[in-house]
């Protein structure tokens, strides 16, 4: 295998990860800021209210999202596994 080739897959590999992993952490980062700004005007610091809306949240994104987060992935891991049967030649 050329490192050409590895660089290429890492490459990819490394724009899989944003994709599968982006839109949840995104959701997160911005629930968690919300709410965070939603406790410091009430001055009411509960662990929970962080917690639940960000799980909430998390899930929505995961129903809303979560078929072309798969479908990267398995893109990702069959070509993966093309390239080490190639490889295996």
Known sequence: MAPAEVVAA???AL???LVAGGPILAVT???GLVISVLQAATQVHEATLTFVP?????VLVLVLFGPAMLGALVDFTRSIFLAVAEVAR
């Open 54 to 58: 960000k799980i909430g949240a998390v």
């Open 29 to 31: 980062i911005v629930v």
């Open 10 to 12: 890492l490459q990819q």
């Open 15 to 17: 724009v899989v990860a």
